[in-house]
């Protein structure tokens, strides 16, 4: 099996990337997704514990959190500390119930800023001008210009992103050109039958 890491910085086109996957037959693992089932399950307890008043009805009050978050900064590790293991042990029962795909998608936001490169084959970033991102992050709900500053402070540049890459999805264009990009990747994967060697 190939383990593909997918990710790219924010807006710019990740999650649409990934259902392309989906749509191909591809599995992928979410971890955005798995993190908000965590916050609505096993996460709750320990993180309200940790960040008091960001729980509601047993859920993690992720606009709270966030809020908290932009006061203290300086107070995402611990956040991190209670997720990311979480994280891990969901993306481990994914890789074991996949197991006989001959690749998969692990769609992991912050790839190259948490190591989880270590953990993944091949690398596709998903990009597209920073001016395109920029407009696409502003139209996001509660998405401010402080807050989109504070986001990108903590990815690693897009430009460092694809130089790292191994395969690369520009979504500056229509659905259909993004499309046919992941189709080559998914084209070029199946055609090696799953050999990482090839």
């Given at each position: 099996m190939i383990i593909l890491g997918l990710t790219g910085s924010i807006a710019m086109g990740k999650s649409t990337t990934a259902q392309m996957f989906r749509d191909f037959g591809v599995p992928v693992n979410d971890a955005d997704e798995v993190v908000h089932e965590l916050y609505r399950g096993e996460a709750a307890a320990p993180v309200e514990a940790a960040f008091p008043g960001t729980t509601k009805d047993g859920e993690v009050d992720r606009a709270e959190l966030s809020r908290q978050l932009m006061?203290?900064?300086?107070?995402?590790?611990?956040?991190?500390a209670i997720v990311h293991p979480l994280v891990r042990k969901k993306e481990q029962e994914f890789l074991t119930k996949n197991a006989a795909a001959p690749f998969v998608v692990l769609d992991i936001p912050l790839l190259f800023e948490t190591g989880a490169e270590k953990r993944v084959d091949r690398v596709v970033v998903v990009t597209c001008s920073a001016e395109l991102q920029r407009e696409r992050?502003?139209?996001r709900p509660g998405m401010t210009e402080e807050k989109l500053a504070m986001i990108l402070a903590r990815q690693v540049p897009d430009s460092e992103k694809r130089k790292r890459a191994d395969y690369i999805i520009d979504t500056s264009d229509s659905f259909d050109v993004t499309r046919g990009q992941v189709k080559a990747v998914v084209?070029?994967?199946a055609a090696n039958n799953g050999d990482t060697d090839a």
């Open positions: 006061e203290a900064p300086g107070r995402l590790p611990e956040l991190e992050a502003l139209k084209d070029e994967l």
